[in-house]
């Protein structure tokens, strides 16, 4: 068992591309999260989603998007990166009823 | 407004002492909470959990005290071994039906001197 997969493990990204970062999990949770995590800032939620289909905004969601078309992919998409999306992203997910969430290896970006 | 404060941003133990480290909360709704202790260029993981119902719970060498009318808990590991050098994040979770997500704090980061 994997748990949670996440690709690429990291990128270069000139400005103004388009960027998806994958996340995939295999434990069948239903609600699965992003965030991102910056030096002196902690972990700060950018999207969730509480069972497939469904999604929502974190607090710090402008720039992002998420879709949710099944249970095990939670891709996050950069529309249009931006220096300040540099950052280590962590997927996560978690089971129903349960607060316990389970992190991703993570993706570091940056955006040049 | 920081809801979930980790006010020491690093702190330094000598191995086989006690490591304590605090976390402060402002939310009245949390009723969950957890620590999550971090690798470099790995993910968080769970370490350990209380509920507000509760003032202590204990996991080998780990325990997590909750003082509620203070709004604080603190996460005590006992003895301190170098593999606990990491840092470790305190996380919230509000009460409320569906209310999986998690309010971090900042994080410290501990280092274990052998």
């Known amino acids: 068992i994997a748990g949670i997969t996440q690709a690429p493990t990291s990128q270069i990204l000139a400005a103004g591309r388009r960027m998806t970062l994958r996340c995939t999990q295999d434990?069948?949770?239903?609600?699965m999260y992003w965030y991102r995590q910056d030096l002196g800032l902690g972990l700060r939620l950018i999207h969730y989603s509480n069972t497939a289909g469904t999604t929502g905004k974190g607090e710090v969601p402008d720039g992002y998007s998420v879709s949710r078309a099944n249970t095990d992919d939670f891709p996050l998409t950069l529309a249009s990166a931006v220096p300040s999306q540099t950052s280590v992203y962590f997927c996560?997910?978690?089971?129903?009823?349960?607060?316990?969430?389970?992190f991703g290896p993570g993706t570091r970006l940056t955006v040049l | 407004d920081q809801q979930v404060k980790q006010n020491s941003p690093s702190l330094s133990v000598q191995e086989g002492r006690i490591s304590i480290l605090n976390c402060d909360y402002t939310n009245s709704m949390f009723d969950y909470f957890l620590w999550y202790k971090k690798y470099p260029a790995e993910g968080p993981t769970f370490l350990i959990s209380i509920s507000s119902i509760k003032d202590k719970n204990e996991d080998g060498r780990f325990t997590v005290f909750l003082n509620k009318s203070a709004k604080h808990l603190s996460l005590h590991i006992v003895p301190s071994q170098p593999g606990d050098s990491a840092v470790y994040f305190c996380a919230a979770r509000g009460s409320g039906a569906g209310s999986y997500q998690l309010t971090f704090g900042k994080g410290t980061k501990l280092s274990v001197i052998p």
């Open positions: 996560a997910s978690s089971n129903e009823g349960s607060s316990t969430q389970y």
């Open positions: 434990m069948r949770h239903n609600a």
